[in-house]
């Protein structure tokens, strides 16, 4: 059975302090691994996607890396703005696209 | 300008109601996909649907029953037999396969 592990929970970052995201997942055949950025009460907006080990998307702040086993969610000189739930999901090769989310990670940018 | 809307955006049902969500994309999408989101778990799927008049159980399909008679058009019904149906229930769609899944801004229910 597919797994996505999302750690840590809750990170809590000043303005300006850079750190990680981390998604750990486990599948028999990796056709996609989805990043989503998701505001309070609203639906979850699209980041990136990566398909392959040694791949890496940039947009702004953020930037997300993938290996055989897991996927980093960097983020350098946070601004509040950035402060939301970040969700890793994977698609199964040979599935009709499903996708298998993570509980997400609650970020927080205080000033 | 091209989405997903979902409607309404928080309904209330009593006990033993059936209630039914709406889920309209403009995307020219063959699939679409319901979610449902509870506090400190990930999205589960509830149902899919890859074509018109072709809809697959997800992982908790038990209580919900689907439709896909247009493209456009893949509603939800919350039955009495959902014996926990308070949720943030989400709308997808996606193109295809390995393609990105684009979410709808979600539907809360309560069940009073």
């Known amino acids: 059975e597919d797994q996505v592990t999302q750690s840590p929970e809750a990170l809590r970052l000043q303005e300006g302090e850079s750190s990680s995201l981390n998604c750990s997942y486990t599948?028999?055949?990796?056709?996609?691994l989805f990043w989503y950025r998701q505001d309070p009460g609203k639906g979850p907006e699209f980041l990136f996607t990566?398909?392959?080990a040694g791949e890496e998307k940039e947009k702004e702040r953020l930037k997300a890396t993938l290996t055989k086993k897991e996927s980093f969610l960097h983020i350098t000189a946070p601004k509040p703005e950035d402060s939301a739930t970040y969700l890793c999901?994977?698609?199964?090769?040979?599935?009709?696209?499903?996708?298998?989310f993570g509980t997400g990670t609650r970020l927080q940018v205080t000033l | 300008d091209g989405g997903i809307t979902q409607s309404p955006k928080y309904l209330f049902r009593k006990e033993g109601q059936n209630v039914t969500l709406s889920c309209e994309q403009n995307?020219?999408?063959?699939?679409m996909y319901w979610y449902r989101q509870d506090p400190g778990q990930g999205l589960r799927l509830i149902y899919y649907?890859?074509?018109?008049?072709?809809?697959q159980k997800g992982d908790i399909a038990e209580g919900y029953s689907v439709s896909r008679e247009k493209k456009e058009s893949f509603p939800l019904t919350v039955t009495s037999a959902q014996k926990n149906p308070t949720a943030f229930y989400l709308c997808?769609?996606?193109?295809?396969?390995?393609?990105?899944?684009?979410f709808g801004p979600g539907t809360r229910l309560t069940v009073l």
């Open positions: 997808a769609s996606t193109m295809g396969p390995g393609d990105t899944q684009y």
């Open positions: 599948v028999s055949g990796l056709r996609g």
């Open positions: 990566l398909y392959s």
């Open positions: 999901a994977v698609q199964e090769t040979g599935t009709a696209s499903k996708l298998t």
């Open positions: 995307l020219n999408h063959d699939a």
């Open positions: 649907s890859q074509i018109v008049n072709d809809f």
